[in-house]
């Protein structure tokens, strides 16, 4: 599975990328034809404290999963937005 990582007015530090990379990893336990996965870090209206949003959009076979979380840091979006897709790969996966 490849994971690439867009930042808009931003650029990610190294945790936060490792955060990344682990969390994204750990899904293809749940389904094993992830083919890749697009990040995209967000920073949204500056004065609100909510303003860091975090889109997955995971191709799989059929058509992509996406799904968009905002919270008040880019890690608890991020965990948000895994445990969504997470649910949404193992639905899929019953299906199939």
């Known amino acids: 599975m490849k994971i690439s990582v867009q930042s808009m007015g931003l650029t990610p530090h190294a945790p ?3 955060h990344i990379e682990n969390k994204l990893n750990k899904l293809d336990n749940y389904y094993d034809k992830i083919v890749d996965v697009k990040v995209f870090l967000k920073v949204e209206n500056k004065s609100d404290k909510e303003n860091k949003t975090v889109e997955l959009v995971l191709a799989v076979p059929g058509e992509d999963i996406v799904v968009k979380k905002t919270t008040s840091s ?5 965990d948000l937005c ?15």
């Open 16 to 18: 936060l990328e490792d």
């Open 74 to 78: 880019f890690e608890q979006s991020l």
């Open 82 to 96: 895994t445990e969504v897709a997470k649910k949404l790969l193992i639905k899929k996966k019953e299906l199939a």
